[in-house]
């Protein structure tokens, strides 16, 4: 086809947005795309990230367990942290040919503390970087989201105490805060203790609680018709009971896991006893695609579109039109370059101000030391005249003394040399030498 003739069409198709159906003339082959699809996916291998929200000594660590007929690594939490903290722990698994990379995410200390207001913030804030580390993975110049292991999470199971009251403002604040993170499953954990019309009520209680109180939790979708039927009848079990235990007994001529009792035996695998077999086949056999798709679709997408309206990034400009990446950046650039000129300016303002407080303290200062040193000069000038006048007071004095000192020394040798008497002869011969006797 010539160049011309290939943009005309291009247009034309554009324009009327018209498809027309062709029928094939023989096999082609793209009719083995889901094939391809499949096995694909197959070579990749799947991840599957599940957080369990509950209580410490729920029963947490048991169900997975059950749920995935394996022992994971358990670690029992302690009743005295100091707050709650998420421990993720990641393992490798293989059914048939199907590779699964499974990460399971524990919260230690959940309810353990006397003050629980802040109990769900590790759990959001967890949720939170794992969708930031894969937005900064597809934000990324050379980014490999291909083999890049995915730490989003795909389900929270939410165990909730088997107490037949109703739900614990814990268990509703930490469930609303997270709804819009996370596809949450809430389960009645350890429903063996709790007796069967008990529970019914208990269920009926919960679900009508978690509508007043505006909480979204997972729905099984009614849209595949291959499992619509299914997932609406499971819809309507909500919140599954669920028993957990790796306990093999023997029942009959099979082994089963099974909780026994000095009264008799409960069995996971048994729908009369439990929802067990209800979950698994709702969260692994039917729904595990559906959960993965809706955390990357709902929940991680809702999260992308708030950090990037955070960071400054639209679809459209105010008049409706289309903006594009490259004039976002621009614009956010020369906004941040505004800022930061305003922010040297007013900088370089209050330098310039506090140098010239301080010049003017300093000269403060100055000013106040050359007074001072006036006054001393004063002061100074002052005392040393006073001692002037003394001195010359004391001069007058001795003077005046020495005066009168010679004067009487001069009449009392008049007196002595005028004195007739022998003992003065005697002296004045001392005095004035022998030949004056
Ligand atoms: N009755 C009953 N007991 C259970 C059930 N599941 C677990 N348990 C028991 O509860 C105790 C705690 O179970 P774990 O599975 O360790 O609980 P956890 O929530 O993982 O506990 P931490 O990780 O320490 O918070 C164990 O003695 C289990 O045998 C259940 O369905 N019913
Ligand atoms: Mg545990």
Redesign the pocket.
């Known amino acids: 086809m010539r160049p011309d003739v290939l943009t005309v069409c291009f247009v034309c198709a554009t324009q009327n947005e018209e498809k027309r159906n062709l029928n094939l003339g023989g096999h082609v082959g793209f009719d083995s795309l889901p094939d391809q699809l499949v096995s694909k996916s197959v070579t990749q291998g799947f991840c599957f990230n599940i957080l369990c929200v509950?209580?410490?000594?729920?029963?947490?660590?048991?169900?997975m367990n059950t749920l995935f007929n394996t022992m994971f690594e358990?670690?029992?939490?302690s009743h005295y942290q100091n707050g709650v903290y998420l421990r993720p722990r990641t393992y490798d698994l293989k059914e048939s040919n199907v590779q699964l990379k499974l990460t399971i995410v524990?919260t230690?200390g959940f309810g353990d503390q006397i003050n629980k207001e802040d109990s769900y913030k590790p759990i959001v804030n967890y949720i939170d970087t794992e969708f930031e580390n894969y937005l900064q993975e597809e934000l990324k110049i050379k980014r490999s989201l291909f083999n890049y292991h995915d730490t989003r999470i795909h389900i929270c199971l939410y165990?909730i105490a088997p107490t037949g009251h109703s739900l614990k403002s814990l268990d509703l604040v930490t469930m609303k805060k997270l709804d819009s993170k996370v596809n949450i499953i809430p389960i009645i954990?350890?429903?063996?203790?709790i007796s069967k019309s008990e529970l019914h009520k208990f269920k009926i209680k919960i679900m009508s609680e978690l509508v007043s109180n505006g909480v979204q939790i997972y729905q099984f979708p009614t849209d595949d018709e291959t499992v619509s039927e299914i997932n609406a009848s499971m819809n309507a079990h909500l919140p599954f009971a669920?028993?957990?235990?790796v306990e093999e007994v023997k029942v009959g001529n099979k082994t089963v896991r099974a909780?026994q009792y000095p009264w008799g035996i409960v069995q996971v695998e048994n729908e009369s006893h439990c929802d067990f077999v209800k979950l698994r086949e709702m969260l692994i056999r039917v729904n595990m695609e559906d959960l993965r798709e809706q955390t990357h679709a709902r929940h991680y997408e809702l999260y992308r579109r708030c950090k990037l309206e955070e960071m400054g990034f639209k679809d459209t400009d105010p008049d409706s039109q289309p903006f594009s990446l490259q004039e976002t950046y621009e614009a956010k650039r020369k906004e941040f370059l505004g800022d930061l000129q305003r922010k040297e300016e007013e900088m370089r303002q209050m330098f310039v101000n506090k140098v010239k407080e301080t010049e003017a303290e300093l000269k403060e200062k100055e000013r106040e030391l050359h007074d001072k040193f006036e006054q001393l000069k004063r002061m100074h000038q002052e005392e040393k005249r006073k001692v002037e006048e003394k001195r010359r007071d004391l001069e007058e004095e001795m003077n005046a003394f020495n005066r009168k000192k010679v004067a009487v020394e001069t009449l009392s040798l008049a007196q002595l040399l005028a004195d007739p008497s022998p003992d003065t002869r005697a002296l004045r011969c001392c005095y004035n030498g022998p030949g004056m006797c």
């Open positions: 509950g209580e410490t000594g729920i029963g947490k660590s048991t169900l358990n670690e029992e939490a524990d230690v165990f954990a350890k429903a063996d203790t669920v028993v957990g235990s909780r």
